[in-house]
Nanobody
Framework: QVQLVESGGGLVQPGGSLRLSCAAS????????IGWVRQVPGKEREGVAC????????NYADSVKGRFSISRDNAKKTVDLQMSSLKPEDTANYYC????????????????????WGQGTQVTVSS
């Protein structure tokens, strides 16, 4: 059973940057894409970014393209999300999650394509 633990959340001013990290206790890095999904209370989860662990292909939601960057370190079993030019609408609880499908072939970005969630880390963008 995979366990995902997020870290790095916090309070940041608009325009600022923050880096989230996801550490896995068991990581089928060769077989599953890993992504980040965010949720605001009362709203549906929104897929943010995803990376395959086979060739490092990435995918991003339109709302974060050009501002967020996802990366992985297979040796350390971590997946990071570098967030820049943050906006108040980026405020949410951010979850690390594993693709539901083994060897899907591409990095999904829809929240429904993920399972095995972490506990989440809160990101608040406010002045």
């Amino acid at each position: 059973q995979v366990q995902l633990v997020e870290s790095g959340g916090g309070l940041v001013q608009p325009g600022g940057s923050l880096r989230l990290s996801c550490a896995a206790s068991v990581f089928d890095l060769d077989y599953y894409a890993i992504g980040w999904v965010r949720q605001v209370p009362g709203k549906e989860r929104e897929g943010v970014a995803c990376i395959t662990t086979t060739d490092g292909s990435t995918n991003y939601a339109d709302s974060v393209k050009g501002r967020f960057s996802i990366s992985r370190d297979n040796a350390k079993k971590t997946v990071d999300l570098q967030m820049s030019s943050l906006k108040p609408e980026d405020t949410a609880n951010y979850y690390c999650a594993r693709d539901r499908l083994r060897l899907r072939g591409y990095p999904p970005v829809s929240a429904r394509d993920f399972g095995s969630w972490g506990q989440g880390t809160q990101v608040t963008v406010s002045s």
